[in-house]
């Protein structure tokens, strides 16, 4: 083993920085750990439905919070890769979720919005934690389309939900890697598409 840094943890480090992503520890800056971590060959995301809640044409933005909002804020970030590990530059990258208490937005596009992952497949998003509603555990609904290639539809999940074992849906491999960031929430996901 080599103990250069990987082109990966080169990339994810200068993401965990740029978003305020990294966390002090007696000194040291110790980035949160990459979801999933990316290696030549890996599986691509996995794929999950939509859900009936899906609205077109979103509006550009990744401040999702709007004044008077209720709810956990939190900043979502991550890179949209190739499975070698390339970045996607210019995947869209369309968000939407429920409310902090399980409610979806049907006639507007409150807590929902897109935007486009930079020259280094980043992309960022500030917003709440979503409710729970029946039958569902706490989840953001994405789509993550690149400039050319097959859509990925899917939904992320956050970790130690009571919820995540009665929901039918959940994966384990889609869940959101988080940590407490002075009083704030920051997630973490990278998507991995199914092209080289």
């Not at 074992?165 to 998507?191: C, H, Y």
């Amino acid at each position: 083993m080599s103990d250069l840094p990987s082109r990966r943890s080169v990339l994810a480090t200068s993401v965990l920085a740029a978003s305020g992503f990294l966390t002090l520890d007696t000194g040291r800056a110790q980035p949160l750990s990459p979801t999933p971590e990316c290696h030549d060959g890996d599986a691509a995301t996995l794929r999950q439905t939509e859900g009936p809640f899906f609205k077109p044409s979103s509006p550009e933005r990744a401040e999702l919070i709007e004044p008077g909002l209720a709810g956990q804020p939190i900043d979502l970030v991550g890179f949209v890769l190739t499975r070698n590990c390339k970045p996607v530059a210019g995947a869209l990258v369309d968000l939407w979720h429920a409310d902090d208490k399980g409610a979806y937005d049907n006639s507007g596009f409150r807590l929902r919005g897109h935007q486009r992952a930079d020259a280094e497949g980043r992309f960022r998003f500030r917003t709440i934690v979503p409710g729970n509603y029946e039958g569902r555990t706490r989840h953001f609904h994405v789509k993550v389309a690149p400039p050319a290639g097959r859509l990925l539809t899917t939904q992320l999940y956050f970790p130690g939900e009571p919820n995540n074992r009665r929901d039918g849906l959940f994966r384990k491999e889609l869940l959101i890697r988080t940590a407490k960031n002075q009083g704030s929430l920051s997630g973490r996901f990278d998507f991995v598409l199914d092209m080289r």
